[in-house]
T-cell receptor, first 115, second 114 residues
Framework: AQTVTQSQPEMSVQEAETVTLSCTYDTSENNYYLFWYKQPPSRQMILVIRQEAYKQQNATENRFSVNFQKAAKSFSLKISDSQLGDTAMYFCAFMKGGANSKLTFGKGITLSVRP | DAGVIQSPRHEVTEMGQEVTLRCKPISGHNSLFWYRQTMMRGLELLIYFNNNVPIDDSGMPEDRFSAKMPNASFSTLKIQPSEPRDSAVYFC????????????FGSGTQLSVL
């Protein structure tokens, strides 16, 4: 079974600064995908970024980027130029490749961006 | 596209009552997932369907919970009888298999059982 661990329950960052959210996972699979989802107070689950395990290049989406360390089974999210709208819970998630795969989430981290 | 549509957005009921949550996946998606979110346990997968067939229901907590997907555009999650510990946010999500491997979520149903 796969597990996803987010050990920091909450973090705070000053507006315009950079913050990194940590995530580790455990799997015996070689083909898998990793995700970061954002859940603002509206409750909506929003996909932030996605990484395929077979790709060495780290995924980037505007101010969001990941540091994917496959050997260490680490998948951290870096948010640059933090904005007030980034205040939310962030969930790291894992999905194995192949058919009939499901998304396994970490416990989440609450990020607060201070004005 | 309207996205994944869940109803109701909020549900308040009394212990012992039957509760039915509804989900309409994104048109063309063939996989559907029901998740439950609580403070204590985070996001848990309850059940998922592929092509309307239940693939894994190992996360369904007990016999009081049941889920159906009678067609590709509709699914229900039923709790009968409901208990206070069922209070949570229930999310439905859909995806396309084989596809780019990410789930689109509905807005969730906030269930409160008194």
């Amino acid at each position: 079974a796969q597990t996803v661990t987010q050990s920091q329950p909450e973090m705070s960052v000053q507006e315009a600064e950079t913050v990194t959210l940590s995530c580790t996972y455990d799997t015996s699979e070689n083909n898998y995908y990793l995700f970061w989802y954002k859940q603002p107070p509206s409750r909506q689950m929003i996909l932030v970024i996605r990484q395929e395990a077979y790709k060495q290049q780290n995924a980037t989406e505007n101010r969001f980027s990941v540091n994917f360390q496959k050997a260490a089974k680490s998948f951290s999210l870096k948010i640059s130029d933090s904005q007030l709208g980034d205040t939310a819970m962030y969930f790291c998630a894992f999905m194995k490749g192949g058919a009939n795969s499901k998304l396994t989430f970490g416990k989440g981290i609450t990020l607060s961006v201070r004005p | 596209d309207a996205g994944v549509i869940q109803s109701p957005r909020h549900e308040v009921t009394e212990m012992g009552q039957e509760v039915t949550l509804r989900c309409k996946p994104i048109s063309g998606h063939n996989s559907l997932f029901w998740y439950r979110q609580t403070m204590m346990r985070g996001l848990e997968l309850l059940i998922y369907f592929n092509n309307n067939v239940p693939i894994d229901d190992s996360g369904m907590p007990e016999d009081r919970f049941s889920a159906k997907m009678p067609n590709a555009s509709f699914s229900t999650l039923k709790i009968q009888p409901s208990e206070p510990r069922d209070s949570a946010v229930y999310f439905c999500a859909s995806s396309f298999e084989p596809g780019p491997k990410f789930l689109f979520f509905g807005s969730g149903t906030q269930l409160s059982v008194l």
